[in-house]
């Protein structure tokens, strides 16, 4: 070929590079955020179900991640308080992220320490991880034009997807040979570094002109303006997770080996949330946010209903079909459905509405993520997943109907 010919490619390439390269730095702090929440709490069921664990104490695991649904009771601080030499949300993101490091460096020397202190140093970990979330999710806000934050959703879930590869798939997966303390000190220093692109992110010159700080209000005065929202979401996250949490805990009771369901839980779940990622922004520009969440929600209602019947037949393989049917569906509904999230959130205090949309809604839904493997172990699996799917149904409805709503009222506000 010839250069000439040449030129236009790397023109294209170069157009590329420019668009790709504003999203690093929310690519890289969410690799973090898959990283160190899928090596802390999402190999650890697994092993311990494989390990002959009760199904409800297995379920009891969830509560690793219970800051993430508190967020909303510090996020006023965050968007109140300015920490000292760096920009305010760059300075938030580097003091919990550095926490972060901190916390697992410590627990890299306790591989023999009593379970609950090592439980407790997890949930700080997590609740430093979701500090940093609600930050960087008011940075998006704050900076970033509505137009490109499904390009920011996408990168997000991109990098969370790729965290958890790392943090489940690598580090959980060579954890028989790498160790306690070097798969812990791994994990903290992939923190550090996926830290310093955000460093250089130009959050002075991009914030909108005239945000500044409110008088103090606190997260529970938002709750009457975002209570249908936070309820919406609520019900979706809870029965989302009805629908698809459990799904490897079933594996392993239909015989599927831990090597295998590790494998789905470590490399195909974020590789297919990855990809699904890419393309769910088109997707949502040419079908319409509400119409694709309906369509992801059918796919996985489909899957559900599948997984049912494999589990009433005792059939590996088809549950296992069901599961990479629900990744995929599901999949596509994460960039929607956090685009809107961004949206709502927009605000004077978009930390505070992150953490109340997100936070409050995942605390909302985090009883029935502890009892779902308990109920499941009640029921039987195939009685427990057909009962999900009317749940979901309802839920999944009810949050296509609020989103409908907010994009009927934006289209009138700029009639």
Known sequence: MSRAALLPVRARLGDLVEGVRPLAPFFC?????????????????????????DLS??????????????????????????????????????????ATAALLAAMSFGEGWPLPVLLGLAVAACACVAT?????????VETVPAGRRAYVASAKLCGASLGGILGVGVLVGAYDSLGWRAAVLACA?????????ILAYPERRLRRRGDAPERWSGSFGRLRHLAPRILALGAYFAAAYLVSGPNTLALLDLQVPLAEVGFLTGSVL????????LVA?????????????????????????????ACAAGSAPVAIAATVLNFVCGGMLGVPVFNMIYRWAQGPRPATDYALLFGAAFFAAMPLRVAAAALAEWLGWAVYFAAALPVYAAAAGGLALMVARTLRGDQGGAR
């Open 281 to 309: 922004g088109g997707l949502a520009v040419r079908v319409g946010t509400a119409r694709l969440i309906v369509l992801g929600a059918l796919g996985v209602l489909a899957s559900g209903a599948l997984m049912a019947a």
């Open 132 to 140: 940093m979330d609600i930050a960087l999710e008011a940075l998006v």
């Open 189 to 197: 220093a992939m923190d550090l570094a996926c830290l310093l692109p």
């Open 57 to 98: 104490e297995v379920g009891l695991l969830q509560l690793i991640n219970l800051p993430v649904g508190l967020t909303f009771l510090w996020a006023a601080v965050l968007d109140r308080v300015r920490l000292p030499l760096l920009a305010h949300r760059i300075g938030w993101i580097v003091a919990a992220q550095g």
């Open 29 to 53: 702090l969410y690799v973090t955020f898959g990283l160190t929440l899928g090596f802390l709490s999402g190999g650890a069921p697994l092993i311990l179900r494989a390990r002959g664990t």
């Open 270 to 277: 974020p590789a297919v949330n990855l990809v699904m990622a």
